[in-house]
């Protein structure tokens, strides 16, 4: 089962493989969004994320090395700047959107007319559900 | 753009049909741009019935053309798989979207803002997407632009970049949720206060209730911090593992290693960890190698309320240490009990509280009526527990979610509720209860995290594990019996007693607060107010209720001085102590002046109770370290036999060609050999074959952990000849080796990625009629039916199976003087934990056996020891002598086959069980081991240990028994210490150090110590009563002339015994000093007596007679028992006063004394 990387060559084991991406994914710095303040490190600003060949972003993103998984090619985008204000914005739902390109949601609410109405549909519907309160933190162990 | 030419010459069999009007995407170009993409409508008809996407060649084709070895996705890898779930899906979605859809102008005026002007005008979801993948180039991959038509290449890409955008809203999103409880929890309001508390102060206490965060927000938010070198304590080792996968998962490193963890056998630290979650036990060794603990910058001890023994050392010891450590921070955290006590032992350290996260709770007391007179050993009452279920029942709607937790003090007490609640509950369709205490399988305890179905709550019957070890979300309802079964010490007795007691105030309000964490609760507590009032505040401390000799121990070999002025947080009963100190020093670990000796050196190092530590070293020396690893490492884990196959019979005789007639330890060691080949032959079964003997497989990989790191420390030590790993001569083993083990790591990997989801399974619990018995079957089912047997796995990576192999194979066949030699180290491992079975135990029924200890009277057999089942064999069968003058009864039996049970422990329940034995010869035993060992005048009556005693038949064989015995002894204590001391100034040079210990003289120690044992001489065994001890010895003589015996036991000279009268001839021998109806001055009387080797023949005093056999020239080397020379060690033998002498009469040559020349030549007068 040994895993031949590029040009690294055959690891002869798991183990070591392990450490070789521990060290590439050192973390360059602390993302932080600016609307709603998530922080995680990220290890690669870009549009290619390391390790992944049949990939490109569309935007200059904050990207991590996907913590939920231990595929070492897994990378998640934490954000990127928005296009209009430049704020460090995250990918989620409450605080950007992308449409083509990343928009903070104060600067398409600023702009609305200009999306799609597709989009603004979609704004709608997702202030109601957004008022909810923070869901009921689940087990700690 | 346009059609790519090669796809129409190869269109092959797929598309001959398709009309191709579709734009086939510009190879490596970002998708989606083109709203001309989506002009597919014309073919929505044509394409299904001859374009199947579900087809697994067609599956293939694009496969090969996108999931290669260099794609996000590889083909044949589980993402591979949901992808083409999500594929269908996503299908099945846009069929029916598409068919609603209808085409929309881009009528949208430009927008002024450049950044704005430009977004495409009419909307598509691929440009919601920030992504684009980079597909195969179809003009260098012809195969792929050949065969797969370019509008379903589209429709794959467009799904995959689908799939691609969710998989990251899918992590976003969890990312998101996890910092979101994080900033929830009730600690993170108080992240900067401890933060600037630590600055200010050395230590610093955070006090919070469970549920608070402490555990896991704590060490991240000092690794935000920037503190990199930081070790976390806890008081288990399950906790240790599941707060380094937490605290990973959280500060997002979840595979790499800024958080690991150690615990006994498993470390997962490497250069880049930060944050350690430690056990106690472990860092205290660390403190022992280094004892200022330069590898870490802030120790966080946790659950210092617990007051377990070690974390109590580990305060003392920390308090000591912080002076010369300025730099080291320590945050000591505990739940809100007792708080100020930690502070004010750490100088007024400062407090963090914590408030809890606690929902109202509503507490009713039902106190039971006493019930007249019912008897202790009568079972526990289930009725008022199940007055509860109904009471939930009948008052809370089913819909209305909720589960009940009851504390229960013991395991007989949950299963005698377990029984009845499962007869309730199969009538109300409206539980499902499952049992939850230490002794389950890990399967089993893992199963009350499962969630019940609809309209069904969940009981959980649980010991005291689930006030603190265990926490289970979703408790509506506790019930308190406010009991909890524990251990206590006795230390005159040196018994342990598992007692029932009602619990502290501390322990009710945990209990309470369990039904408090995730909405109000209510909690029955099935006492009254007054009880609760009456109740102490606090439990009990550890360091209070257990034998402290592994404490004192530690403490010696760590040199914190005194363990008596030790400055504990609360100081053990000094009983305790003096008893473990005195214990320690009869054992040998500690000398006169209490210092640690070369074998309690080596027992510190030990994790193991001091009698197995002893075991292992004995073992060693003889060459017997594979069978005592296994035995040690068997006897040092819980019990391997589960409960539930004494009342099966079908396990019990699955069971039985494993059991050995020797005794339990030798029984565990065939349960482990036989184990070790099942893996070998046929791996995977092992879990079955397991399960159809009654036996917790967890046991025996613990058994072989253990083992392994026995023999690791022993090997350390010197002890044990570093292991040759037998590697496979050629090359293609050893690289089929290599792979092999490279599937195993892949294996674990694999299963370590899907622990987290696996576990969320629900549960239908439709099995709830069944009976207890066949719940746990089916559990055990469902776990051998998930396909990787981690724990095998795991096993094949730590061991060497086939040295392990070996082992078990050799032992298999362990040769019968083998088998004798290892009880002989087993017994003097358990020395002297040994007790005589009841004289009159023949006439009794199997179940009545009774067994005698020096301290308890009236023990008996645990019901899982192999002789409570055939006990016959412990009875003394044969009265071979014949001339046992008619005997009355057992009592004074004369026979050569008395036997004694050593055992490993005595635990008290309702009834004093002896727990793993082993039986051994009595005589033989008694007079290789005992402390002390007196005798009579001609030694025929002997008194070992002052409460057994042995009647010899005759003064001869007694005799020459125990000048043997003396012999022996004396060889194998040489060989020990010579053995230690080597290993004590063990550096490098050693290697060629002459064998201090050679191989010969342990070979000769063996067989002489065989005979030994083998040697048959009738003899009566009976405990002494009371009276009797008292009267024992015939005390001080004012009479004190020395006889004359020159060379009888070495070289020592005899000096009068202070207080029990006769002579002390060893420091455990001394002679004549027992009281008896005989004459006082037997001891002086001389009758002619005609030596079997010299043939000298003259009247001598018994002493003489030894005194002669002893130094016998004549005697040969290797010859009968009581006619030894101790040929080895000659000049240590001889008394100083002997010289050679040659008789010109008889022409031989002796070792004489003055005085015994004299008597000799008067022989030829």
Known sequence: MCVVLGSEGAMPCLLILQMACETECRPLGVFKCQLCALTAPYSYVGQKPPDTQSVVLLEESYVMKDPFTSDKDRFLILGSRCSLCSRLVCVGPECSIFYSKRFCLPCVQKNIDAFPQEIRQDLEKRKVPSKRPASQPSSRT | ?1165
């Open chain 2, 1 to 1165: 753009m346009g059609r790519s030419g090669p796809g129409d010459q190869n269109r092959g069999q797929f598309c001959d049909s398709i009309v191709i009007s579709h734009n086939m995407p510009p190879p490596r170009t970002r998708e989606g741009r083109d709203p001309r993409d989506r002009h597919r409508a014309p073919r929505e008809e044509e394409a299904p019935e001859k374009w199947d996407f579900n087809c697994p060649d067609t599956r293939r084709l694009f496969e090969d053309a996108f999931f290669r070895d260099e794609d996000y996705i590889r083909q044949g890898s589980e993402e591979c798989q949901k992808f083409w779930t999500f594929f269908e899906r996503l299908q099945k979605f846009q069929n029916l979207k598409t068919a609603r859809k209808e085409e929309r102008d881009a009528q949208h005026p430009k927008h002024s803002i450049p950044a704005l002007a430009d977004l495409p005008c009419t909307y598509d979801a691929r440009y919601r997407i920030n992504l684009s993948i980079l597909g195969p180039d179809p003009r260098g991959a012809r195969g792929l632009g050949g065969r797969l038509p370019p509008e379903r290449v589209s429709e794959f890409r467009r799904a995959l970049l689908h799939y691609l955008d969710f998989g990251q809203k899918q992590s976003f999103g969890r990312l998101a949720k996890l910092q979101r409880e994080r900033a929830a929890l009730p600690i993170a309001q108080y992240a900067n206060r401890i933060l600037q508390t630590l600055k200010e102060h050395q230590v610093v206490v955070v006090a919070g209730d469970t549920g608070c965060g402490k555990s896991t927000q704590v060490p991240q938010y000092l690794l935000a911090a920037g503190f990199s070198h930081v070790a976390c304590t806890q008081p288990r080792r399950i906790a240790c593992v599941s707060l380094a996968k937490r605290v990973g998962f959280e500060s997002l490193s979840q595979y790499g290693s800024q958080v690991g963890y150690q615990i006994r056998f498993e470390s997962t630290c490497s250069a880049a960890t930060k944050i350690v979650f430690l056990t106690v036990g472990l860092l205290l060794r660390q403190i022992q190698r280094e004892p200022s603990l330069p590898q870490y910058q802030v120790l966080i001890v946790d659950e210092v309320h617990e007051r377990h023994l070690h974390n109590d050392f580990l305060l003392g010891v920390l308090r000591r240490l912080l002076p010369q450590r300025p730099d080291l921070k320590v945050i000591l955290m505990s739940a809100t009990i007792n708080i100020s006590l930690f502070s004010s032992y750490f100088d007024k350290a400062p407090v963090v509280q914590v408030p809890g996260r606690l929902f109202p709770i509503t507490v009713t007391y039902q106190p039971q009526e006493v019930e007249p007179t019912t008897s202790k050993l009568e079972k526990l009452d289930p009725r008022p527990f199940l007055r509860v279920l109904e009471a939930i029942d009948n008052k809370y709607p089913p819909e209305e979610r909720g589960d009940l937790l009851v504390f229960l003090s013991g395991m007989a007490e949950i299963s005698t509720v377990l029984e009845a609640a499962q007869t309730y509950a199969s009538h109300t369709q409206r539980w499902v209860v499952l049992p939850l205490h230490s002794a389950l399988s890990v399967a089993d305890q893992d199963k009350v995290f499962d969630v019940a179905p609809a309209g069904v709550r969940k009981c959980i019957l649980s010991t005291n594990i689930a006030e603190t070890s265990v926490t289970i979300d979703g408790i509506r309802f506790v019930v308190d019996s406010g009991k909890v079964k524990e251990m206590s010490y006795d230390p005159q007795a040196k018994l342990q007693r598992l007692q029932e007691f009602w619990i502290s105030q501390a322990s009710a309000e945990q209990r309470k607060g369990r039904a408090g964490r995730t909405g109000p609760g209510v909690c029955f507590r099935l006492y009254a107010e007054s009880d609760y009032d009456a109740f102490a505040p606090y439990p009990v401390p550890e360091i209070r209720r257990v034998a402290l000799d592994a404490l004192v121990l530690q403490m010696k070999s760590m040199s914190v001085g005194d363990p008596r002025t030790f400055p504990f947080i609360e100081p053990p009963p000094p009983a305790s102590l003096e008893t473990a100190i005195l214990y320690l020093r009869d054992q040998g670990a500690l000398d006169s002046s209490e210092a640690l000796t070369p074998i309690g050196s080596l027992l510190a190092q030990l994790p193991v109770d001091v009698v197995i530590g002893k075991m292992l070293i004995l073992g060693s020396t003889f060459h017997l370290a594979e069978p005592v690893l296994t035995i040690a490492a068997a006897l040092s884990v819980q019990s391997p036999f589960t409960r539930s196959a004494q009342s099966s019979p079908e396990c019990a005789a699955a069971r039985r060609p494993l059991e050995s007639d020797q005794g339990d330890p030798f029984t565990l060691f065939n349960v482990f050999n036989a184990w070790v080949q099942v893996k070998c032959e046929r791996s995977g079964n092992s879990r079955k074959w397991c399960r159809r003997r009654g036996v917790e497989e967890h046991r025996l990989y613990e058994m072989a952990n253990l083992r392994r790191q026995f023999k690791e420390l022993l090997e350390d030590h010197g002890l044990l000849a570093g292991a040759q790993v037998p590697t496979p001569g050629d090359s293609y083993s050893r690289l089929w080796q290599r792979r092999e083990r490279q599937a195993l790591y892949q294996l674990k990997r694999q299963h370590e990625e899907g622990g987290g989801r696996r576990r969320k399974v629900l549960r239908l619990h439709e099995d709830q009629d069944g009976s207890s018995d066949e719940d746990r079957g089916s559990a055990a089912a469902r776990g051998a039916g998930d396909s990787v047997d981690i724990q095998d796995v795991k096993f094949k990576l730590r061991h060497n199976l086939e040295q392990l192999q070996a082992a078990a194979s050799s032992a298999a066949a362990l040769p019968r003087d083998q088998t004798a030699l290892l009880k002989l180290v087993l017994a003097r491992g358990l020395y002297p934990q040994l007790a005589v079975p009841d004289p009159f135990n023949s006439g009794r029924k199997d179940s009545d056996q009774i067994f005698h200890t020096q301290a308890k009277q009236g023990t008996v057999l645990h019901p899982t020891c192999v002789f409570a089942n055939s006990p016959e064999v412990l009875h003394t069968r044969e009265q071979e002598a014949g001339d046992g003058e008619g005997g009355r009864d057992d009592k004074d039996k004369m026979s050569s086959r008395h036997q004694l049970l050593a055992f490993v422990s005595l635990l008290e329940t309702n009834k004093p069980y002896l727990v793993n034995c082993v039986r051994v010869p009595a005589l033989q035993s008694l007079l290789l081991f005992s402390r002390s060992l007196d005798t009579n005048g001609d030694c025929s009556r002997l008194v070992a240990d002052g409460w057994l005693e042995l009647q010899l038949a005759g003064s001869e064989s007694a005799v020459g028994l125990l000048a043997a015995a003396l012999r022996l002894r004396a060889r194998w204590e040489s060989v020990l210490d010579r053995q230690l001391a080597r290993q004590a100034r063990r550096p490098e040079e050693d290697e060629d150090d002459e064998a201090p210990v050679n191989r010969g003289e342990v070979a000769a120690l063996s067989r002489e110590l065989l005979r030994f044992t083998a040697s048959k001489v009738p003899y009566s065994l009976r405990r002494l009563t009371g009276l009797e001890v008292q009267n024992l010895y015939v005390g001080p003589q004012t009479v004190t002339a020395a006889p004359s015996l020159p060379g009888l036991f070495g070289s020592s000279t005899l000096s009068p015994h202070p207080t029990k009268g006769g002579y002390a001839v060893t420091d455990f021998l001394t002679y004549n000093c027992l009281m008896s109806d005989a004459d006082l001055y037997s001891d002086c009387l001389r009758t002619f007596w005609t030596c079997p080797h010299c043939g000298l023949h003259m009247p001598l005093t018994p002493l003489e007679r030894m005194a002669h056999e002893n130094t016998c020239p004549q005697a040969p080397r290797d010859g009968p028992p009581g006619a030894e020379d101790a040929a080895p060690e000659p000049p240590q033998k001889v008394s100083a006063l002997q010289r050679p002498y040659h008789c010109e009469a008889c022409q031989q040559d002796f070792l004489f004394t003055p005085t015994e020349v004299l008597r000799h030549r008067r022989q030829h007068v």
